[in-house]
């Protein structure tokens, strides 16, 4: 069918993909070249996860894991200028969450806040556990949404530069409804946070909206 013969076809594209990862990797590490191979090997962790469709959650734990290769990759980046610093509380790391919605708030901070400032650029991701809820907050010292521009509904978000973090808000508010918190306070000039909140329901879809 169709339908069949285009799914055989998606698995085919990422195949190729990775076989060419392995190709630059094997070729990275034959030459010494340290950087290009660690750049290779968490690039493919990161693909892996973002291609992977089979299941629509994961632990917060692979979550920050992927934050990790994507933090790494940046670092050779830029050097000494990033410094990020991760926590994921031990207690956390089980909980099921919708997948991709630690990395792509991190990748916004770093393109929107850090990477137009000058000096020292700071990241700060930290996912804890509180009184039966998951608080998960991406703090940088960036330039910061200008005056007046950072919206009082997120739905604005959904045509901006920012829609990768509209994104990921709609799939929270999908997941978990009116449980769920999500904000966002910013200085210009001093930086950013994005501060998310839900309960540890593991099962409970969300269903009081």
Request: glycine share 8%; hydrophobic share 35%; charged share 25%.
């Amino acid at each position: 069918s169709e339908a069949e013969r285009k799914a055989l076809e998606s698995q085919m594209n990422p195949h190729f993909l990775f076989n060419t990862l392995n190709t630059i990797k094997a070729l990275a590490k034959l030459h010494g070249e340290t950087d290009i191979y660690t750049i290779t090997v968490k690039l493919g962790k990161l693909l892996r996860s973002t291609i992977d469709n089979r299941e629509s959650e994961c632990k917060l734990s692979e979550s920050m894991a992927l934050i990790d290769s994507y933090l790494t990759i940046q670092k050779l980046r830029f050097g000494d200028k990033l410094k990020a610093t991760v926590y994921l509380d031990p207690s956390c790391s089980e909980i099921k969450t919708p997948k991709l919605i630690i990395q792509p708030l991190v990748e916004n901070s770093i393109i929107h806040g850090l990477e137009p400032k000058i000096g020292e650029w700071i990241v700060d991701v930290r996912v804890e556990k509180m009184d039966g809820r998951i608080f998960i907050t991406i703090r940088d010292n960036g330039v910061g949404f200008p005056e007046g521009t950072l919206p009082e509904d997120l739905d604005e978000l959904a045509n901006s530069t920012h829609v990768g973090v509209y994104n990921v808000y709609r799939r929270l508010a999908l997941r978990y409804g009116r449980k769920m918190t999500f904000s966002i306070t910013s200085q210009p000039g001093k930086g950013t946070q994005v501060l998310i909140s839900f309960p540890d329901d593991q099962g409970d879809k969300g269903s009081d909206r």
